[in-house]
């Protein structure tokens, strides 16, 4: 009798332990139907951030002065009590962002930093390393757009 009451509680406690391993398999389930990595992402995202940016976007070859002018006023609005473009100050320096991240990354670093410092491994090390959560600065996607573009024309002239 006890001897069966023993099997009894091997066998649930097999079964229970089953049904562990099932649910980590759904945690691999798509977003997007894209396939996850390790860390619960897409490739996407762990390329080119977590935030309202999910497609690749059009980035002409040429830079639009009009862009970059929106973009340095914002800028020199709600950026640069922050960053540098040379140097540390409360966040990384911006100088060569574009060639260290893609726009899309950028993008969306900006419409969704507590996003990222939360759930992407670049924001994550970031906030650890910069001890400071940069907020969002109520930018819209097109303004986000617009810093982009003087981030890019910074980097090509300096
Ligand atoms: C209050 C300070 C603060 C303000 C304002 C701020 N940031 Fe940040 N930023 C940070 C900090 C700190 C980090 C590092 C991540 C963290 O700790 O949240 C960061 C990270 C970033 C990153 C990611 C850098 C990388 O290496 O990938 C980008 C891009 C960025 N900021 C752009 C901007 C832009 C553009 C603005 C203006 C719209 C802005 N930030 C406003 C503090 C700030």
């Given amino acids: 009798m006890k001897r069966h009451i023993i099997i009894t ?20 389930q798509t977003r997007n139907g894209e396939p996850e990595t390790e860390e619960g992402l897409t490739d ?5 951030g977590i935030g309202p940016v ?7 070859e040429e830079i639009d002065q009009e ?11 709600k950026c640069e ?7 540390r100050m409360v966040g990384p320096q911006l100088g060569d ?4 991240r893609s726009p ?10 507590s996003g990222m410092v939360r759930e992407h491994p670049v924001g994550q090390e970031l906030l650890r390393e910069y001890m400071t959560q940069m907020p ?4 819209k996607e097109d303004e986000a757009r617009a810093i982009v573009e003087f981030l890019r024309d910074y980097a090509e002239n300096n």
């Fill in 104 to 113: 899309e990354f950028v993008m969306n670093f900006i419409l969704n930093p």
């Fill in 67 to 77: 862009m970059v002018t929106k973009g340095r006023n914002i800028y020199e609005m």
């Fill in 97 to 100: 962002i574009m060639e260290k």
């Fill in 136 to 139: 969002y600065q109520n930018v």
């Fill in 54 to 60: 999910t497609e690749r976007i059009e980035i002409s």
């Fill in 44 to 48: 996407f995202e762990l390329e080119h």
């Fill in 9 to 28: 509680f091997t066998l649930l406690l097999s079964l229970l332990l089953f049904n562990a391993c099932g649910n980590g398999d759904t945690a691999e």
């Fill in 81 to 87: 009590m922050c960053h540098n473009m040379e140097g």
